[in-house]
């Protein structure tokens, strides 16, 4: 079965959580504690990776150290073409849609495309869109960050990714956002597709979890939640318990 299988077959049964670990917060000993700890809570995949450009030697250092203590499939979430490894389960094959750089729409998977491919690891074509505030992704990714108050624009987007033929669409808020992507827009996206749709940034509360998966949210991503957590587990478990009821 592949990854993307496994992700739909998940998002049937009920709500998902999805654990980033970001190679450049952390050495590969923390992010396997993490890693651990973020399983034994109930996260059902992980993702790595972030908007600090790192090489593929230190990103599949953090994957091994994340294999070491899970089990669960790791995808990358690339912040650049030179973010891959074999390593990983698979690998977010993703376009920064509200982006005005060129480099981040297209250019960065052009480059990676062919390497990918020799890597024989699995891509999973994604359409990302940011929402204020966006934070450093959206001020790397060069974002027209889509406003918090303007759901049209976020429908807009996600519709057009599923007419590509991506398979998943990702609204962020930014990592450590002081809020996350509001209510308003994640139903209306929902509404808008038949793709699972994946909600990021700022979700750092049972109640905000909650919230998000209520809105519609197939996949509920959290960070650095964990990265900054004294004890992983009962920070987490009750976060990802919320976004599951
Ligand atoms: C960032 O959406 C993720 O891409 C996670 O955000 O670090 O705020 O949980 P946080």
């Known amino acids: 079965m592949t990854v993307l299988e496994d992700i739909k077959i998940e998002c049937s049964k009920g ?40 090489d593929g030697k230190r990103l599949s250092r953090c994957i091994e150290g994340i294999k070491s203590s899970a089990d669960k499939p790791v995808i990358i979430f690339p912040g650049s073409s030179s973010m891959i490894s074999p390593l990983a389960d698979a690998i977010y094959f993703m376009s920064l849609l509200n982006s005005k750089s060129i480099d981040f729409l297209m250019r960065h998977q052009v480059t990676a495309a062919v390497p990918l491919r020799k890597m024989k690891i699995e891509t999973i074509p994604m359409g990302y869109i940011i929402v204020e505030p966006g934070m450093t992704v959206g001020r790397v990714g060069q974002a027209d960050l889509v406003r918090r108050d303007d759901a049209a624009s976020a429908v807009s987007y996600a519709v057009a990714a599923q007419m590509f033929g991506m398979s998943l669409v990702y609204l962020e808020a930014g990592s450590g956002s002081p809020e996350h992507v509001p209510g308003s827009i994640i139903r ?44 992983v587990y009962s920070t987490l478990e009750p976060i990802i318990r919320a976004a599951k009821l």
Do not use: C, N, W, Y
């Open 15 to 54: 709500k998902v959580h999805m654990t980033l670990i970001d190679p450049a917060a952390q050495d590969p000993d923390k992010s396997a504690t993490i890693a651990g700890e973020a399983e034994r809570a109930g996260t059902d995949f992980f993702m790595v990776g972030g908007s600090t450009d790192i």
């Open 188 to 231: 209306r996206v929902k509404e808008s597709l038949d793709i699972p749709l994946i909600v990021g940034g700022g979700i750092r509360t049972p109640e905000a979890s909650a919230e998000v998966a209520r809105a519609g949210a197939d996949v509920i991503v959290t960070g650095t939640v964990a990265e900054r957590a004294q004890d």
